[in-house]
């Protein structure tokens, strides 16, 4: 069961619309339809909130340690409220995947992604859920830090916005019918 949806970001104006913030977007948007809002934690490093979807109760975290950093802030979360790695669901921009791609998986490596990777060193673990929303590749690797810190064009965004609110709509499936059936839902409508 998850407890904790964490989502990735680098905090600021500076950064607020660029392509390495879907994470702080689709928290944000969820945030709003919960009529719900987040506010500093000091102890977290991070905007934090409680919600409850789907009749379950919900951690929401917003790392505000910067992206490389972010694995403080959510093992801080984790051994403040005793969740293990499994209860946590990490949201964040994937670039192995097209604009309006959304994807849930279990596990695995950080492919990369240096958010990612500082949780899974802070947690020990990789063993936690990830929703990864497709932000596309530049199609070379020397140009991916600039491309991430850089806002998508108004097409790109709209793919984007729209691979959120099917990220959104999956959560309450993810809760109550369990990661398979969520999955099943996600990946068959792509």
Excluded: C
Aim: glycine share 10%.
């Amino acid at each position: 069961m998850i407890k904790l949806i964490v989502g990735l970001g680098n905090p600021g104006d500076r950064y607020q619309k660029t392509r390495h913030n879907a994470g702080f977007w689709l928290l944000d948007q969820l945030v709003v339809n919960e009529h719900n809002r987040l506010a500093e934690d000091k102890k977290f490093q991070s905007e934090y909130g409680k919600i409850f979807l789907a009749n379950h109760p919900l951690h929401l975290l917003k790392p505000l340690t910067f992206m490389n950093a972010s694995g403080r802030a959510v093992s801080a979360a984790a051994k403040f409220y005793d969740i293990a790695p499994e209860e946590i669901l990490v949201v964040h921009d994937e670039l192995d995947l097209p604009e309006g791609a959304v994807k849930l998986k279990y596990g695995g490596g950080h492919g990369g992604h240096n958010g990612l990777r500082d949780i899974i060193a802070a947690l020990g673990s990789k063993d936690f859920y990830r929703l990864r929303i497709g932000i596309n590749h530049p199609g070379d690797r020397n140009q991916v830090v600039d491309y991430v810190l850089h806002p998508p064009g108004k097409a790109e965004q709209a793919q984007i916005d729209t691979a959120i609110i099917r990220g959104l709509n999956v959560l309450p499936i993810l809760l109550q019918d369990g990661a398979e059936k969520a999955m099943h839902r996600l990946h068959s409508t792509e």
